[in-house]
């Protein structure tokens, strides 16, 4: 029991470090050019392009790598003699079928490194575990980088900037295809002739909480005798924008 678990030990670590080591690799390259949706929480963003990284690269070292790995030992300990340094050689091989299956020669290289990096870390907690050596302090090792280079990207990145009135209503004035179109985009009153009638149409804003706002679009129009008045309301926030609903009538102008 104890060599199953710790067979199962130095596998998982393999799988585990490989995979922040990459994935760091691959998000460090992205966002090192600059390549940030927003201009503020740049470390954030570095930390979702990590864990987007670590979803795929996980899976295929835990499944393929994993499935190589054990295959590897079978074979060797069947037919090849026992070295550490031909195991690792034989991981590389089977880590370039990847780039190989995607027609990609830098896949192919990264497989052979990420193949590499897998076994040496598996024969290290191999060696470790067999002389009852701790190896818990080797998961804080890329955790530490990933760490220092979140805060990092956090402190050099601009703040994050407040979420106005005005950011509020050009959240709702943005809608294409629809009659909320014709309202200003800014806070204020439009007056016109639309179709003989005369027609005002207002956009005003509250702050109902901090950064929370109840955005409302007011149509009015008369013709004579005929008149009435329709308001749309909306609940927006930085990430959301909530229709709480229309009240009144639908101007004869749009039917």
């Known amino acids: 029991m104890k060599l199953i678990k710790s067979y199962i030990l130095q596998k998982l670590t393999a799988t585990i470090v490989v995979t922040t080591i990459f994935s760091f690799l691959f998000a ?26 670590a979803i795929y690269v996980g899976a295929i070292v835990l499944l393929y790598g994993n499935l190589v790995s054990i295959v590897v030992e079978r074979l060797q300990s069947k037919w090849f003699i026992q070295q550490t340094w031909l195991y690792i050689v034989i991981l590389g091989t089977f880590g370039s079928a ?14 052979i490194l990420a193949a590499i990096v897998y076994g040496l870390i598996e024969k290290w907690v191999e060696k470790r575990t067999t002389k009852n050596k701790r190896i818990k302090w080797f998961f804080l090792i890329p955790v530490f980088f990933l760490f220092i280079y979140w805060g990092y990207l956090q ?19 943005d809608s294409r295809g629809t009659v909320i179109e014709r309202f200003p985009e800014e806070i204020g009153r439009w007056e ?7 027609v005002t149409r207002e956009t005003d804003v509250k702050e109902i909480s901090n950064e929370v706002y109840m955005v409302t679009l007011v149509e009015s129009w008369k013709e004579g005798n005929d008149k009435g008045m329709s308001t749309w309301s909306y ?15 639908i101007p004869p102008y749009y039917e």
């Open 155 to 173: 402190i050099i990145s601009p703040p994050k900037p407040p979420f106005t009135k005005q950011d509020a209503v050009q959240s709702v004035t």
């Open 98 to 111: 990847i780039g190989l299956f995607f027609q990609s020669g830098r896949a192919a290289v990264l497989g």
């Open 28 to 53: 460090f390259n992205y966002t090192s050019r600059g390549n940030f949706r927003f201009d503020y929480n740049h470390g954030n963003q570095f930390i979702g392009g990590f864990f987007f990284y």
């Open 192 to 198: 016109g002739d639309v179709e003989g009638y005369q």
């Open 235 to 249: 609940r927006v926030n930085r990430r959301s924008l909530v229709n709480k609903g229309r009240e009144g009538e």
